[in-house]
Nanobody, 126 residues
Framework: DVQLVESGGDSVQAGGSLRLSCEIS????????MGWFRQAPGKERVAVAA????????YVADSVKGRFAISEDSAKNTVYLQMNSLKPEDTAMYYC????????????????????WGQGTQVTVS
């Protein structure tokens, strides 16, 4: 069974930075779309960024372009979300998700497309 564990959430002031980590239990870290999603209270879960393992970023939400970046360390089976210039509207629970995808290319930003989810890590910006 695939498991994801997020970490790195915290409370920060506006303008600050955080790096979220997501460690995924995979025998082989390949052929997956890895995505970061967030959900604020009372709102839908939305994609922040996503990429196909071993490839460049394939999706970044307009609301975070230029501020957030997704990256990976395949040796550690870990995907990161670097968040800079944080704003109060970035406050949310952040989730890491994985989707098995045999073909490389674009990764869906739709939450329902992802079968595996972490427990979430809270980011609060004030």
């Amino acid at each position: 069974d695939v498991q994801l564990v997020e970490s790195g959430g915290d409370s920060v002031q506006a303008g600050g930075s955080l790096r979220l980590s997501c460690e995924i239990s995979l025998y082989t870290y390949s052929s997956y779309c890895m995505g970061w999603f967030r959900q604020a209270p009372g709102k839908e879960r939305v994609a922040v960024a996503a990429h196909y393992t071993g490839m460049a970023t394939t999706y970044v939400a307009d609301s975070v372009k230029g501020r957030f970046a997704i990256s990976e360390d395949s040796a550690k089976n870990t995907v990161y979300l670097q968040m800079n210039s944080l704003k109060p509207e970035d406050t949310a629970m952040y989730y890491c998700a994985a989707r098995r995808q045999s073909y490389s290319g674009s990764c869906s930003p739709v939450p329902i497309a992802y079968a595996y989810w972490g427990q979430g890590t809270q980011v609060t910006v004030s």
